[in-house]
C-alpha cells in the first residue's frame, strides 16, 4: 500500500499487501493490541522470519491508519509491561475486509502452487 | 560479539534513559519531524522493551537497530515530501539531511563492522596489514559518522566541521584502500561515494549561503 486510499474504496484496491503489513493486521484479527504485543506476536508467529523493529512497525502503522484499516484504540497501560502507558490499535471493519481480501488472495495463489504440484505434491 | 557486563546499556526503569535510548533517540532524528511528534514516543517506548528482551550491548542488536532505522526512515522521509507537495526551496536543506542522515548510519554501521570484522579476522589470524586497513576503516567509519552528526546540526561552524570530517573519512578510506586491496563493493561505495556526496550537498551555492 502506498498512499492513502481511504476507508472508502474496495479492499481489492489495497492488494497485494506488503508482508509485513498483512502480518500486523493479523496480528490484530483478535482485538487491540499495543505496538510491542504485536512486534512479539508476529515474531512468534512467523517463527523469526519477520523480525518488525520499531521504524517498520510505525511507518507501516501510520499508513494503515491513514488507509483507514486501523484506527486507535486509546491508552493505558499493560500489566505484564509496568505502568507506562502505552497506545492500542484496531481493527477498522474495512481493515477486516482488506485483511480477508488478501487471505483470499494468497489463499487462491497456494491453491495454484497444489495444482501445479509445487506444493502438497508428497502427499499425492 | 556480547560484551559480559555493560551497565550503560542496562534498563533500569522507564524514568531513568540509558545509554542506549540516548543513542536510539539520535537514531530517531533520521525520521521527519512530523512523524516524530507522533510516533517518537511509542517507538522509544518499543525500542525500551526489546532492550529489556534482547542484549543491548552486542554488535548483533544494534545491527538490527541500525537495519530498521536505514530501511524505514527513507520511505518515510520520501512520504513527507509528498505529503509537503515537494516544495522545491526546501529540497535543498531535506536533501543534506537525508544524506546526513545516511551518513550518520553507514558511518555507525561502517565502524561497527569494521570492529566485527578486526575481531573476525583476528581469531583467523590474519596479519598486520589487514589489521591496519580494519583500524583505517572504523576511523574512516567515526568520521563520516562525526561528518553526519555535524552536518545534521546545521549551524556555518557545524558545516565546516562536517567537510573537514567527509574530507578526512575520505582520506583514511583510501588510505585503508592502499594498504588492504581487497574491499567490497558496497564498502568502497560507502567509503568513497558518500563524503563526496556530503561534500558535494555542503557546497551547493544555496547552502553556502545560508538558506536551510
Known amino acids: 500500500m502506498t498512499k492513502d486510499k481511504g476507508a472508502t474504496g474496495r479492499p481489492e484496491s489495497h492488494l497485494p499487501l506488503a508482508p509485513a503489513t498483512f502480518e500486523i493486521l493479523l496480528a490484530l484479527v483478535d482485538g487491540e493490541r499495543h505496538g510491542y504485543v504485536i512486534m512479539k506476536e508476529v515474531a512468534e508467529r512467523t517463527e523469526g522470519a519477520v523480525r518488525l523493529g520499531p521504524g517498520t512497525l510505525y511507518g507501516a502503522l501510520k499508513r494503515l491508519l491513514e488507509g483507514g484499516l486501523v484506527e486507535e484504540g486509546g491508552e493505558r497501560a499493560d500489566p505484564e509491561l509496568g505502568d507506562e502507558r502505552r497506545r492500542y490499535y484496531r481493527l477498522t471493519k474495512f481493515g477486516l475486509r482488506v485483511a480477508r481480501a488478501e487471505a483470499r488472495r494468497l489463499e487462491e495463489m497456494v491453491r495454484a502452487a497444489r495444482r501445479k504440484k509445487l506444493i502438497g505434491a508428497e502427499l499425492a | 560479539m556480547s560484551v559480559p557486563t555493560a551497565p550503560l546499556f542496562t534498563v533500569p526503569g522507564p524514568s531513568r534513559p540509558t545509554a542506549a535510548d540516548r543513542i536510539y533517540r539520535l537514531l530517531l532524528r533520521a525520521y521527519p519531524p512530523v512523524f ?56 535543498l536543506g531535506e536533501t543534506m539531511k537525508l544524506v546526513a542522515m545516511l551518513t550518520v548510519l553507514l558511518g555507525m554501521f561502517g565502524a561497527l563492522s569494521s570492529v566485527a570484522e578486526g575481531v573476525a579476522g583476528g581469531r583467523q589470524g590474519f596479519g598486520g596489514t589487514f589489521l591496519i586497513a580494519v583500524v583505517l576503516g572504523a576511523v574512516a567509519g567515526a568520521l563520516l559518522l562525526v561528518a553526519g552528526v555535524a552536518a545534521l546540526r546545521g549551524t556555518p561552524s557545524a558545516r565546516q566541521m562536517a567537510s573537514r570530517a567527509a574530507l578526512a573519512s575520505l582520506v583514511v578510506f583510501l588510505l585503508a584502500r592502499l594498504v588492504f586491496g581487497w574491499m567490497s563493493i558496497f564498502s568502497q561505495l560507502v567509503g568513497i561515494a558518500l563524503p563526496l556526496a556530503i561534500l558535494a550537498v555542503l557546497r551547493a551555492p544555496r547552502w553556502r549561503a545560508g538558506a536551510v
Not at chain 2, 511528534?37 to 554488535?59: H, K, N, P, V, W
Not at chain 2, 530501511?71 to 505529503?83: E, G, M, T
Open chain 2, 36 to 91: 516524530r511528534a507522533e510516533y517518537g514516543r511509542e517507538m522509544t517506548q518499543l525500542f525500551r522493551d526489546q532492550c529489556r528482551a534482547g542484549d543491548a550491548s552486542s554488535i548483533g542488536f544494534w545491527m538490527i537497530a541500525l537495519w530498521d532505522v536505514a530501511q524505514s526512515a527513507p520511505a518515510l522521509r520520501v512520504d513527507a515530501w509528498r505529503a509537503r507537495g515537494c516544495e522545491s526551496t526546501r529540497t
